[in-house]
């Protein structure tokens, strides 16, 4: 089904939940291991992945079709997601463990997730990493998703994000080199 | 290392799951917000329409009419063209009482016998810009008028004694 096709749908009340409910199904597994690997957690992706979609659906009529229907989902899980974290990292302000330690020992103990050693250094890694390092990071490597998309999830210049991202794996390299003599290919 | 191995696992049957989770959330979401939503511009409208209705008759309550009226009644004042107060009534009615040469007078007499006293005042006022009281002015402010009466006619008159 074409974006046009879909937003058909979706934009005329008789049809919109048909619309919303091919939008799920279309979208569910991408949007929710963009979640995951920014929360770590499953129990939070699974409740942020039911409440974006929940958002999608009160603010299809705001849908404007100023881009593709993809662009317009990604941006609503990324920000959310990222409210999200921030609020989480408030409550850590004045701890003495930091809101990323804390990620990292909830993975640990994290039963949907194969803490290898390895692993571990990875996450710990890439979660030491800037805000939009980070992110961009996460989108290229996990999600495979191209420069050009991104440019328009996050508003970003095409240019910048590679710049993040090549800084973001030489930075995690250095980490894990000094750690481990395994190198993980980066390359795009 | 194999790339991109992905550490992080699901529950089994876990996506199914979620897409009936989140159709069963949004079926529960109120129907009645569409309303808002569906009559958002002719709320909007409806809204510009009433303010717009508001401004009119704060506007239309606000006209000048009282001062008209304050305008028409510093005029009668002015020409004496009024009917005499109540308080004006007693006096002259007790005067009749104590005068019985006044006694025949209508009160519409008297009243235009100050329009006449007063009409001269004026005229002296205006002819020659100097201005007394005649005999019979001064008689008639004693007998009909109280000093605060008097005081009010000479003020609007601008009389000097």
Known sequence: MTDKELFDLLKHKNTQEKGFSILVHNYKERIYWQIRHLVLSHDDANDLTQEVFIRIFQNIDNFKQESSIATWIYRIALNHTLNFIKSKAQRYKSSVKSFEDSMLDNLKADKYFDSTDIELKLQKAILSLPEKQRLVFNLRYYDDMPFKEMEQVLNTSESSLKSSYHFATKKIQESLLEEEKVKFDFSD | ?161
């Open chain 2, 1 to 161: 290392m194999a790339k991109k191995d992905n550490p992080f696992r699901v529950p089994e049957n876990y996506f199914n799951e979620l897409e009936e989770e989140i159709l069963k959330k949004v079926n529960q979401i109120p129907k009645k917000r569409f309303f808002f939503t569906e009559y958002k511009s002719v709320l909007k409208y409806a809204a510009l329409v009433l303010l717009l209705l508001g401004i009119s008759g704060l506007l239309w309550w606000n006209l000048p009419s009282k001062n008209s009226n304050l305008k028409q009644e510093y005029v009668e004042l002015k020409t004496n063209k009024s009917t005499p107060s109540q308080l004006e009534s007693e006096l002259i009615a007790e005067q009749k009482a104590a005068n019985p040469a006044a006694q025949n007078q209508s009160t519409t007499d008297i009243t235009s016998n100050q329009e006449t006293s007063i009409v001269k005042t004026k005229n002296l006022e205006q002819d020659n810009n100097e201005f007394f009281l005649s005999e019979e002015e001064l008689e008639y402010l004693e007998n009909y008028l109280q000093d605060d009466i008097i005081n009010d006619y000479l003020t609007y008159n601008e009389v000097e004694l």
